[in-house]
């Protein structure tokens, strides 16, 4: 899996001091502040990427208390109004059978979630204590967190549906709650977390340590 | 235009700095450090962009144009259109329905315009006003379309009503399938590297 196989140590952007461009790729010299094929500002990831990756963090943790303690949805039957949380559902759905249907929302609503939140603060941790293991582990999981993460609003859009489409008059309404806001909220600070997140910083050690890959 | 010409980069994950040879049709090139995509040569990627793009438009067009869905339960009976049920969801909660109207239309109809746009400016060999800008914002709303979730969210909560009321799927309900399919096609053939080059290869107006 090294990619020193063939003994000689390859250079990175950073000790030839240049940077590429994260929107067109071009490459520029590292003090440059705009592209110049594409005009777009060069910020250099590096600063800051860990702080904002946390903020956002934090963020998504605080948004993810109301997001499963408020009701998602209400569904009003024959005049008695229910509250639903979103594991209320699921163990609903589970006990009526319907195991497919309670395994994705279970999966889109809590699993990825907290998986993700789990996986990037485990990324900035280990970049913030200079951790050289494994950093092509770290930069799989990260690219799944990135590509899976999305698929949360899963759930939004199925009370989004529901309450649009559930509108029987007497016999059945469905409404959005509270929650369903908090937990779209809390999928766009989590990819927001995962942008912000560089993961150049996962092999920013590499330059300090050239010859002697640790994978 | 069959072949990639060599240019050098810089990982965009790993910041290892890569030769990237000649690449011929088909060809990818993976970061040889961490096997992040770099650069791929997909044939005729600017034909297939305009023209799925176009294809996509018109089926989001259509998706909007008959019936989405229709529900029966204890003699009640409903169709509902995609924009009717936005504005039912727009009643009943704006923000959420600002989300869901702009992560499942909104946000892929401007990446489509932009990207058909853009398309445009390479077929024709001349920059159009503005070409930057459209492919500076459709790159950036990537992330953001979520066409392809939502037709998994229609699929658990049709599992979901069919336990309730008896469910008919539209004529809207199969264009926006189609229209999903076109838009995962557009962005399967964008590749920041070659847009931009060719991009900044042809003159302006």
Not at chain 1, 97 to 105: D, E, F, L, M, V
Not at chain 2, 24 to 50: Q, S, W
Not at chain 2, 183 to 198: A, G, H, S
Request: hydrophobic share 50%; with cysteine.
């Amino acid at each position: 899996m090294s990619e020193i196989a063939n003994g000689h140590s390859l250079p990175t952007g950073r000790a030839a001091r240049v940077q590429g461009c994260t929107m067109c790729t071009a490459v520029s010299h590292i003090d440059a502040e705009h592209c110049e094929d594409c005009g777009a500002h060069l910020h250099g990831r590096w600063a800051n990427s860990i702080e904002k990756t946390w903020a956002w963090l934090i963020t998504s943790v605080i948004l993810y208390i109301p997001a499963n303690t408020l009701p998602i949805m209400y569904t009003r039957f024959l005049g008695n109004e229910t509250p639903n949380t979103i594991l209320g559902g699921v163990v609903t759905l589970w006990h009526h059978g319907s195991y497919p249907i309670a395994a994705i929302i279970f999966i889109a609503s809590v699993f990825v979630p907290i998986g993700k939140i789990i996986i990037l603060s485990w990324l900035c941790i280990s970049v913030q204590l200079k951790s050289p293991l494994a950093r092509r582990h770290k930069t799989l999981l990260y690219r799944v967190t990135e590509v899976v993460g999305r698929w949360s609003m899963v759930d939004v859009f199925v009370v989004g549906i529901l309450a649009a489409l559930i509108q029987l008059g007497n016999i059945m309404t469905i409404l959005p709650g509270p929650a369903a806001l908090a937990f779209a909220a809390m999928v766009v600070t989590t990819m927001l977390a995962a942008i912000s997140f560089d993961t150049r910083l996962i092999w920013a050690l590499n330059a300090q340590r050239n010859t002697h890959d640790r994978e | 235009m069959s072949q990639l010409e060599p240019s050098r980069m810089v990982c965009h994950e790993c910041d290892l700095l890569v030769d990237v040879p000649l690449l011929k049709a088909h060809d990818k090139a993976f970061c040889p450090r961490c096997e992040y995509l770099l650069a791929a040569n997909r044939p005729n990627a600017t034909e297939k962009i305009l023209a799925f793009s176009v294809t996509a438009l018109t089926f989001l067009v259509l998706a909007n144009s008959f019936a989405f869905i229709s529900l029966s339960a204890s003699g009640q009976e409903q169709t509902v259109t995609l924009i009717e049920s936005v504005n039912v969801l727009f009643e009943q909660h704006v923000l959420l329905a600002g989300i869901v109207f702009a992560t499942i239309i909104g946000v892929p109809a401007s990446l489509l315009a932009g990207m058909g746009y853009v398309s445009i400016s390479l077929r024709l060999s001349k920059r159009l006003p503005g070409t930057h800008r459209a492919l500076r914002w459709s790159l950036h709303m990537l992330p953001w379309s979520m066409a392809e979730i939502f037709l998994i969210g229609i699929l658990v909560s049709f599992i979901k009503i069919v336990a309730l009321a008896r469910v008919e799927l539209g004529a809207s309900f199969w264009a926006y399938v189609f229209f999903t399919v076109s838009l995962m096609l557009v962005i399967l053939n964008i590749d920041r590297r070659e847009l931009w080059r060719q991009v900044n290869a042809v003159s302006n107006v």
